[in-house]
């Protein structure tokens, strides 16, 4: 009966209905915490799980998963601004697009465009079926049943970048609430889309800097103030013939001079010096010749922090030049040699003439007889080395063809032999009989033969061997299965240093005096017989003589060096 009056009692006081209606409003205010902490949650994760090198349909997925876990959300588009054009970039979901990625907004038909000029946020109802349209999206939204949009202009330091739109198919499902929430989440999405951009920008400048970097055939070098390589392009890793790991870090001398070289006199040194572009014509590793730039790098204050190195390889150039120098010095020396040796065949044609002559009118074993035919002999010898003067001097296009090397070594000693001998140097000549024909000009090959003797004689007058002597032999060997003729010029005369071996065939490297040599008889030596498909082969110890051996490969059509092969090649 206390209870039926106790209920009666609250019944007609109204505290149930008052306990039922701040349970209520308590409930309602949870949820909306709740809903508070859920949507300070989704921009925390939006901002988190940010990546600047996503994409942005990856991006505006990730928004929406996070968005529909408080809303009901059935589209979401991104347009940005391209060129001063608003274009529609992102749709999601990607399969029911209701604006097609690439369709341009127009100002004046679109209620994108609207809040940009707005600079605030707006809802939007589809019109009914059959009501006024004015803006672009009204006909697609309803096309694709979307009641309800909230478009939010997208704004980075007060310059707008894009508008993103939310679509729901259910009306009213937006309020005041969600609009500034949404507007929270536009404002993390346009940071998260310029940082991007700017992430981008940087990226593609690097690229292109990287791809315009490599793309150079030179060799490019930044190197720090401690000479050590920070970055660099192909074609060092080329020329150095190493992986990148070995390159970077590294003192650029240890990688790039001989240890026998002093790096303190180096455009490098003299950049860091001056501050100024500096610049030197350098033998590196391998033998070859560079010519090396060094460019300052400096910061706003002038201060430097950096140099960059420009190493362009010309030894082929160099080489070539030397080609060239030593063909016009022939070519020169063979005009005079012609002119000289014209001259000399009229008076030696009237000597032989007049000598035969005499000699048909005297008597066999007399003393003038035999005067007269050591006159005719030594007259037979000078027309001999004059015909081989005007065959080393002739001024026609080298062809190849088949020809002897014995017969070149004959034709060279004919000319030097005399002039060898007279500083009491010997000769031994070993020319294998039947020796098989080579492929070439027998001109170029008589030139090799000539700098080879004349370099023999130079080192046996340096060393002031009293005895000096030259050997010189023919064979014929095999070499990679295919049989090649070797001609071996051996001397005693003062040898090679060890520490110059490795760069005799560099051209204008010589160890002889200013006015002795230039250094070129080698390396255009070696030119020749590498256009021969061959090589030349030097053996030497100090003071102990030297061996330079020539090789060229027989003549034969199916051999991989001949003429015919090194041409399909080429």
């Not at 209701?98 to 465009?113: E, I, K, N, Q, Y």
């Amino acid at each position: 009966m206390s209870e039926s009056k106790q209920d009666i009692i609250a019944l007609l006081t109204g505290l149930e209905s008052s306990k039922r209606n701040y349970y209520t409003e308590l409930k309602k205010h949870l949820r909306q915490i709740e809903k508070k902490n859920m949507q300070l949650e989704i921009i925390n994760q939006v901002v988190k799980s940010f990546n600047v090198d996503m994409s942005l349909d990856d991006m505006l997925e990730n928004v929406a998963d996070k968005l529909k876990e408080i809303f009901a959300l059935d589209c979401l588009s991104l347009s940005l601004f391209e060129n001063d054009q608003l274009i529609v970039s992102n749709f999601f979901p990607r399969n029911q697009a209701a604006l097609l990625p690439g369709t341009v907004l127009l100002p004046d038909r679109s209620l994108c465009w609207k809040v940009i000029n707005d600079k605030q946020a707006c809802y939007h109802t589809a019109p009914s079926t059959g009501g006024d349209i004015r803006y672009l999206e009204e006909t697609i939204f309803i096309s694709s049943q979307i009641a309800e949009t909230v478009f939010i202009p997208l704004f980075s330091k007060n310059r707008p970048i894009g508008v993103l739109s939310v679509g729901s198919a259910s009306s009213g499902a937006y309020n005041d609430s969600d609009l500034l929430f949404l507007q929270q989440v536009a404002d993390q999405l346009a940071v998260c889309i310029e940082n991007a951009r700017l992430y981008n920008e940087v990226l593609q400048s690097k690229r292109e800097w990287e791809r315009t970097f490599s793309a150079v055939t030179d060799m490019l070098l930044y190197v720090d103030l401690d000479f050590r390589v920070v970055r660099f392009n192909q074609a060092v890793l080329e020329f150095l013939g190493l992986a990148e790991e070995f390159v970077y870090g590294r003192k650029c001398h240890e990688l790039l001079r001989p240890p026998s070289h002093d790096w303190s006199s180096c455009p490098l040194t003299e950049c860091y010096r001056t501050k100024q572009t500096a610049y030197q014509q350098l033998p590196l590793i391998g033998n070859r010749i560079c010519d090396v730039f060094a460019y300052p790098v400096l910061a706003e204050d002038s201060v430097m922090y950096g140099v960059i190195l420009y190493i362009k390889d010309v030894t082929k150039k160099l080489h070539i030049e030397a080609q060239l120098i030593q063909s016009g010095k022939l070519a020169a020396i063979g005009e005079m040699a012609a002119g000289v040796a014209h001259e000399l065949n009229n008076p030696l044609t009237a000597i032989l003439g007049n000598t035969q002559l005499l000699l048909r009118e005297s008597q066999k074993e007399s003393l003038d007889a035999r005067l007269l035919d050591d006159i005719f002999t030594s007259g037979k010898r000078c027309k001999l080395i004059i015909q081989n003067l005007l065959t080393f001097s002739r001024q026609e296009e080298y062809m190849f063809e088949p020809c002897s090397l014995n017969q070149a070594v004959q034709q060279v000693l004919s000319l030097v032999r005399y002039q060898i001998e007279r500083n009491h140097i010997s000769f031994t000549i070993e020319l294998e009989s039947n020796l098989p024909p080579i492929e070439g000009n027998i001109q170029q090959i008589e030139q090799i033969i000539i700098n080879l003797l004349l370099n023999a004689k130079d080192a046996i007058l340096t060393r002031n061997v009293k005895a000096g002597h030259i050997h010189i032999r023919t064979e014929t060997k095999e070499k990679k299965g295919h049989p090649h003729i070797f001609m071996h010029i051996t001397d005693n005369g003062c040898g090679i240093e060890d520490k110059n071996k490795s760069e005799i065939f560099n051209p204008f490297f010589t160890t002889k005096a200013v006015a002795q040599g230039t250094g070129l008889g080698l390396s255009v030596s070696l030119g020749i017989a590498r256009a021969h498909g061959g090589t030349i082969e030097a053996e030497s110890e100090k003071n102990q003589g030297s061996r330079f051996t020539l090789i060229l490969p027989a003549c034969s059509s199916n051999h991989p060096d001949s003429i015919e092969n090194r041409e399909e090649s080429q």
